[in-house]
């Protein structure tokens, strides 16, 4: 298994900007994507924005599209959220995940390997 621990969090006035960090140990088997969770008190958790860690697509829900940026250092085996145009509704605790399942981003099937998460908060 691998060891996630994400950073960045914190809390943001509306409209502004936060860089979400997710650190994660020495892979045994590289993962085929990673993604960004979120859930906020009383709902259930949900995909945000997902990445293949061979870089070459992304996937973003519609309600984070043209705002958040889902990006990778594969070198410093991090994974990255920039998070721009913060809304309230974006407030929740955020969660990187990694995936060895096949099939489309859009699907967020098969993660595992949770962090802790980050909180942000946006008022």
């Known amino acids: 298994h691998v060891q996630l621990v994400e950073s960045g969090g914190g809390s943001v006035q509306a409209g502004g900007s936060l860089r979400l960090s997710c650190a994660a140990s020495?892979?045994?088997?590289?993962?085929?994507?990673m993604a960004w969770f979120r859930q906020a008190p009383g709902n259930q958790r949900e995909g945000v924005a997902a990445?293949?860690?061979?870089?070459?697509?992304?996937y973003y829900t519609n309600s984070v599209k043209g705002r958040f940026t889902i990006s990778q250092d594969n070198a410093k085996n991090t994974l990255y959220l920039q998070m721009n145009s913060l809304k309230p509704e974006d407030t929740a605790m955020y969660y990187c995940?990694?995936?060895?399942?096949?099939?489309?981003?859009?699907?967020?099937?098969?993660?595992?390997?949770w962090g802790r998460g980050t909180q942000v908060t946006v008022s």
């Open positions: 995940a990694t995936s060895y399942a096949s099939g489309s981003l859009s699907l967020f099937r098969g993660y595992g390997d």
């Open positions: 990445i293949y860690t061979s870089g070459v697509s992304t």
């Open positions: 020495r892979y045994t088997l590289t993962p085929r994507s």
